[in-house]
């Protein structure tokens, strides 16, 4: 079997952690650029991917890294980013402790 190597994935952005609980500030359906549920790679915000959408491809969840961004900044970076989001940015539900 051929082994393939994997590029090296850049500092910075950290990726985010994984798991059931609700960890975002803002969610939002989107389509990404290929079809699949994927997670953009911001600098000024965590983002993570769920498979559950009704309308488009992936449910986003968001949260910011500096205090001063909120979704009119966060929408701005996913299209450049290649991802439409879809309707309006909802507040996210933290899970109970």
Request: glycine letters at 8%; a positive charge.
């Amino acid at each position: 079997m051929t082994r393939l190597p994997f590029a090296p994935l850049p500092p910075f952005p950290q990726p985010t952690p994984r798991g059931p609980e609700v960890f975002g500030t803002l969610m939002l359906e989107a389509l990404t650029p290929d079809g699949a549920v994927t997670a953009p790679l911001l600098a000024d915000w965590e983002v993570r991917a769920w498979p559950v959408a009704r309308l488009g491809d992936a449910t986003l969840e968001a949260r910011p890294r500096r205090p001063n961004l909120e979704a009119a900044d966060l929408d701005r970076d996913l299209r450049r980013a290649g991802y439409t989001p879809l309707g309006p940015w909802r507040a996210g539900r933290r899970s109970a402790p």
